[in-house]
């Protein structure tokens, strides 16, 4: 008898970066055995994938996916567990989340949603926080595009990307700041170079010479954490030389002079002075920015994980106000994701002060909306905790329990010394994961979770575009989808206004009544565009709106605002004990915490190990050579690595990539209003290690 193997080729959403990437999985009667390299029509992509992509089923099947609950039997942190039953480890969660509500409250346990899976089972996640009775709901959008969304939210009334890629490819300017997508994001820089060919300027702003920077018109390389010094002089420039647009200015933004009033001491000298950029360089970076005509901005983590997070986007947003690049073809604000769904997560309302749709906890007629859809009288009117805050409270004892889904923050939070403690204080830590990560490590239970191509639903790009990722085969072992495990949990909790789901598309029409952006974007049309629909998309007919704020701006007089701000330092500088600036970024061959492309043999292959770089005259100072083992060492931690002898970094500052668990140096330092750590600047030491 001949037995014919049944070929599949199976349409997904890429799991890693936040551009949408659409490809093929090539499955064998249910196996998946690799990625094929077709174009999808009217994907993002046009086929092409980054080295990340191109190995993304090879993790699927890896002898250490998760196939069974587990339950804790030694110490936290020592990864001593047992097999258990599904019925078995639901019952304990619930057990012991009861208990914990009934003597301390519902603001006694805090909830993790991730950016990692859809946007149904984020929208599960925070629905079953606020039922459970609590705003302790957060995720990794806090530690990347927190600032994004608040500085957004305040200067233009919406926290999202304005315009879809296409735009890149329509500008004449490009300004690329505390962001690197040659690496970050390579098939966006395939956008940024095609410009190029057509004649967009590019300018790019960052402390370390990146890849991006080489194919820079004009390049400045500011000192970390003066971003804003930099932004005002710029647009110092572009008011005093009068190269702003002054028709989009006066009929578009209010609060022009009180800009002007802050900028008038911001001149390009007195920038210098502050962000050691010639004052020349900033001057030539201004006007050419200013008299392109059409101009694209694009930021990520190098702009807004700072203490002064949320100021480096309202300056960043005053100086494309100042020319009229929003709401334009070939015009736009470009915060770039780092996490394949991490837009969607903050649609979903996966923030500790946001609700579905981003509406406000506080409102209190937005906040009854929801609570009406949900069959419920009202919700936690007070903002909760944020992931760094939970972990705060955790240490000191006012969180006793957390359930964390996709995340891992034990590697991706600030100062991971005292992450690790405040999980071992914790009285009851869940942890839902496709393998035992480091911070499944301290969990009481650990659920086994399908991964990406083991479900179905829909992940939200960074363009706002909604995209339906499709089945390509079955979890291994008793791991289940992250939506039916939560269904399974709030079922069990017996919360108010609960519902039993029976599919992702069920959620999806639930997420369509309750979050108006998406009302439009049905599980039906959905699955025939594979191309995508962005949203706002209010109705079925609706072909979803590609580009923001083109006649009006959702405030509510339709005007956006200029947010004036002034140069705030670091939260921390060096000194004489700790004499070094540290920043940390990322790198091509890997992502976040190394969860998946650490199980990827091409990749660690190609980037096996961890390093720090250090400009020559650093590595002079402290007798250290290119390749030797070094310590870095700040007041939170020491980081053993490799040195990586570099231009790339200026004197003075030494850069890390943190996928390997660099954040045990990184400050927990938080931005006031929202609430990220300063991860891009510490003080730090080096020493040779003998």
């Not at 029509?41 to 998760?66: I, M, T, Y």
């Not at 690496?183 to 190029?196: C, F, G, N, Q, T």
């Not at 570099?646 to 943190?658: C, K, L, M, N, Q």
Request: glycine share 8%; proline share 7%; hydrophobic share 40%.
């Amino acid at each position: 008898m001949i037995y014919l193997m049944q070929e599949r080729l199976v349409p997904v959403v890429c799991p890693f970066c936040g551009f949408g990437c659409r490809l093929y999985i090539k499955a064998y009667d249910g196996v998946p055995v690799g990625v094929e390299y077709m174009a999808i029509p009217g994907s993002v992509n046009e086929g092409k994938l980054c080295p990340k992509g191109a190995a993304a089923a090879d993790f699927l099947r890896h002898v250490d996916r998760l196939r069974k609950p587990l339950k804790r039997v030694g110490e936290k942190g020592e990864g001593k567990f047992k097999e258990i039953s599904w019925s078995e480890a639901i019952n304990e969660i619930v057990t012991r989340l009861k208990e914990i509500k009934k003597q301390y409250g519902p603001d006694a346990v805090g909830f993790l949603a991730s950016a990692r899976v859809t946007n149904e089972e984020n929208y599960l996640m925070q629905k079953l926080a606020r039922l459970f009775g609590t705003n302790n709901i957060d995720h990794c959008a806090r530690l990347c595009h927190a600032p994004t969304v608040v500085g957004l939210l305040k200067a233009v009334g919406a926290g999202a990307q304005t315009s879809p890629y296409e735009d890149i490819l329509k500008t004449n300017v490009i300004f690329v700041i505390g962001y690197n997508p040659a690496e970050s994001h390579p098939v966006v820089m395939r956008y940024i170079l095609k410009a190029k060919d057509r004649g967009a300027k590019l300018i790019v702003a960052d402390p370390r010479r990146t890849r991006t920077a080489w194919f820079a018109d004009i390049f400045l390389q500011f000192k970390p954490g003066t971003d804003v010094a930099l932004l005002n002089a710029m647009a110092h420039v572009i008011i005093r030389d009068g190269l702003y647009d002054k028709e989009f200015v006066s009929r578009r933004v209010v609060g022009f002079e009180e800009l002007a009033n802050v900028l008038r001491k911001y001149t390009p000298e007195y920038a210098e002075k502050i962000t050691g950029v010639p004052a020349s360089l900033i001057e030539e970076a201004a006007r050419t920015f200013a008299t392109a005509g059409k101009g694209v901005i694009m930021w990520a983590m190098g702009l807004t994980q700072h203490t002064t997070g949320t100021d480096n986007v309202a300056a960043i947003a005053n100086l494309g106000l100042l020319c009229g690049y929003v709401g334009r073809e070939g015009c736009g604000f470009f915060p770039m994701r780092g996490q394949n769904n991490v837009q969607g997560a903050c649609d979903m309302g996966c923030l500790s002060s946001i609700l579905p749709g981003y509406r406000r906890v506080t409102d209190a007629e937005k906040r009854k909306e929801v609570a009406s859809l949900w069959g419920v009288e009202d919700l936690p009117p007070e903002p909760g905790l944020t992931v760094v805050e939970m972990m705060h409270a955790a240490t000191e004892g006012k969180l006793k329990a957390m359930y964390i889904m996709g995340e891992n923050p034990v590697i991706s939070d600030p100062n991971t010394n005292h992450v690790r403690e405040a999980l071992k204080k914790l009285d009851f830590l869940v942890v839902q994961d496709i393998f035992l990560t480091d911070t499944a490590m301290y969990a009481d239970i650990v659920l086994p979770a399908a991964a990406w191509a083991e479900k179905e639903g829909s992940f939200t790009a960074s363009e706002r575009r909604v995209q339906w990722t499709f089945k390509v085969c079955d979890p291994p072992g008793e791991a289940k989808p992250d939506w039916l495990i939560l269904t399974e949990i709030g079922k069990a909790l017996e919360l108010p206004g609960w519902r039993t789901y029976s599919s992702p598309e069920d959620i999806l029409r639930e997420i369509n009544a309750v979050v108006p952006q998406y009302r439009g974007i049905t599980p039906e049309r959905l699955k025939k565009q594979l191309e995508g629909i962005y949203w706002p998309c209010p109705s079925e007919d609706h072909p979803g709106t590609r580009r923001l704020h083109e006649e009006r701006f959702p405030t509510p007089d339709g005007k956006a605002r200029f947010i004036p701000v002034e140069y705030k330092p670091p939260a921390e500088l060096p000194d004489e004990e700790y004499p070094l600036i540290l920043t940390t970024y990322r790198i091509v061959g890997h992502y976040h915490s190394l969860t998946m492309t650490g199980r990827i043999p091409s990749l660690t292959k190609r980037w096996p190990e961890a390093y720090v770089e250090i400009n020559p005259r650093d590595a002079e100072r402290y007798g250290i050579k290119d390749g030797d083992r070094i310590v870095v060492i700040t007041r939170r931690g020491q980081y053993e690595c490799r040195a990586k002898v570099t231009t790339a970094v200026p004197p003075g500052v030494v850069g890390a990539p943190w996928h390997w668990g660099a954040n045990v140096l990184t400050n927990d330092a938080l931005d006031p209003e929202a609430k990220i750590p300063e991860f891009k600047v510490c003080a730090c030491k080096i020493v040779k290690k003998e």
